[in-house]
């Protein structure tokens, strides 16, 4: 960034002294116009999400509201981005003068009446209906007709949140991920009932903000949280049914597949209970489809509070340091399981679920076949995309891999998307 930022009503300095290109700050000069042309922001809860949405929407120029009806607890939050863009400024990441000025484009509020007319208001209080939908009806009442309206669930049906509001075709989701300031992947959802024009109005504003947006429609764990399942799902019931123990496959994922980790030692970093609750949200919200049933294994964990990480003990044990403590990948038996028969293979078990899931999701008109690997780079760190994966594999090869599975484990759990050979995606 620059010392000769031009803030909304501020003055340009003559001379640039940070070695940036006037290109650079004519751009940065431009996006201050859009967001001040846009209008505030609104932001309401302070926690982790809303905090940090907080920062990113400053960030890019706009007048921010950070609403919490904990008392001084939006208050606290600001301090959060002031220490989190001292942190920027001490890495040269942001000039300080710059960081001073994001800062004091928030202000701290405890209700919903504090906010200015806004041009957007993004609601990230905890993951409740009830609570979301009287926020939402409010919000409806209290701002102009104009003011889009978007949640950050991860879960709830974007149109369940607008029921209670007159004109629904202003409520989306915009749906970051954690930390929002660091992660690039914004999914922006549409409901039943959201206008497109809306759609792509968000869409181009989370551009403008740096961040890459992909639309989907409001589906069971939207993009991210839908695919994902698989991942965790197929690990838990390889080792539930002792074909091989974490350690290995968390090995043969991270080795053999080029994921940056392996979905046991994942869900440990995520938190177990985190993990099964998304999980559940998804099964609930199939109607239990048997493909997203939690394991024994993983609510084992959650009952005996084996939480992950954050409680010393999980799939692994942890020392006080963090390290993991005696589990070994046996690698002999790596070796004999990758390449063999797919039921026992988990790779090739993980991979066939993976692409089927994004298939499907794409085949119901859901999400675009890039946005779906855009999605999984992005918010999981996948290392392909996993349309791209399997075009690569080949469809037909995938569809083979999940009629094994089907035969060795019958109940509907493995149903190959008829995407897979319909020749749609090739
Ligand atoms: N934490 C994550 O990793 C993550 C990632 C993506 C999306 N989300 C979603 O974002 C939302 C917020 O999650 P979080 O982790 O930031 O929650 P959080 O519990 O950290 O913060 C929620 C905040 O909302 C406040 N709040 C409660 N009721 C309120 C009300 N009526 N008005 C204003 N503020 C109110 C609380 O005081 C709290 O500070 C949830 O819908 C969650 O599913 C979370």
């Not at 009442?141 to 369940?160: G, K, Y």
Request: include cysteine; proline fraction near 6%.
């Amino acid at each position: 960034m620059d010392t000769d930022v031009r803030e909304p009503g501020g003055s340009r300095a003559a001379e640039r002294t940070d070695g940036h290109t006037d290109e650079e700050a004519a751009r940065h000069d431009d996006a201050m116009r859009a967001a001040s042309a846009f209008g505030p922001v609104g932001v309401i809860g302070a926690g982790a999400m809303g905090a940090g949405i907080a920062q990113v929407a400053a960030t890019a120029g706009h007048a921010v509201t950070l609403v919490d009806v904990a008392p001084g607890a939006a208050a606290a939050a600001v301090e959060k981005v002031g220490g989190a863009l001292s942190r920027l400024v001490d890495k040269g990441r942001m000039p300080a003068d710059h960081a001073t000025a994001v800062l004091a484009r928030i202000t701290a509020a405890q209700s919903l009446r504090d906010l200015p007319n806004c041009g957007l208001v993004i609601e990230a209080v905890p993951e409740d209906l009830g609570l979301k939908r009287g926020i939402f009806a409010e919000l409806a009442d209290l701002q102009p007709s104009t003011t889009v309206l978007a949640t950050n669930t991860s879960s709830i049906d974007i149109d369940d949140i607008a029921a209670d509001v007159a004109d629904p075709e202003r409520v989306l989701g915009l749906h970051f991920f954690n930390p929002p300031p660091v992660m690039a992947l914004v999914e922006v959802v549409h409901g039943e009932r959201t206008a497109p024009a809306y759609v792509e109005h968000a869409v181009a504003l989370v551009a403008a903000w740096g961040k890459t947006p992909v639309r989907c429609s409001s589906t069971p764990g939207f993009i991210v949280n839908r695919v994902a399942r698989p991942f965790y799902g197929e690990a838990q019931r390889i080792v539930e049914s002792g074909i091989a123990d974490p350690a290995t496959v968390d090995w043969i994922l991270r080795e053999r597949g080029g994921f940056p980790m392996g979905p046991l030692e994942l869900t440990d970093f995520i938190g177990q209970d985190v993990n099964l609750a998304v999980g559940t949200s998804v099964w609930e919200q199939t109607g239990r489809d048997e493909r997203y049933a939690p394991t024994e294994f993983q609510r084992g964990l959650v009952e005996a509070g084996r939480l992950g990480r954050k409680s010393g003990r999980g799939v692994y044990a942890y020392a006080a340091d963090g390290s993991v403590e005696g589990a070994q990948p046996d690698l002999e038996l790596a070796e004999r399981l990758v390449g063999g028969p797919v039921a026992t293979d988990p790779l090739a078990r993980t991979l066939a679920m993976l692409v089927n899931e994004a298939v499907d999701l794409v085949a119901r008109g859901e999400a675009s076949a890039d946005d779906v690997d855009t999605a999984m780079r992005l918010g999981t760190r996948y290392p392909k995309g996993p349309i791209a994966w399997g075009r690569e594999l080949g469809f037909d090869r995938v569809a083979r891999w999940v009629a094994e599975l089907d035969a060795a484990y019958p109940g509907g759990r493995y149903r190959p998307s008829p995407a897979l050979t319909d020749g749609s995606l090739t």
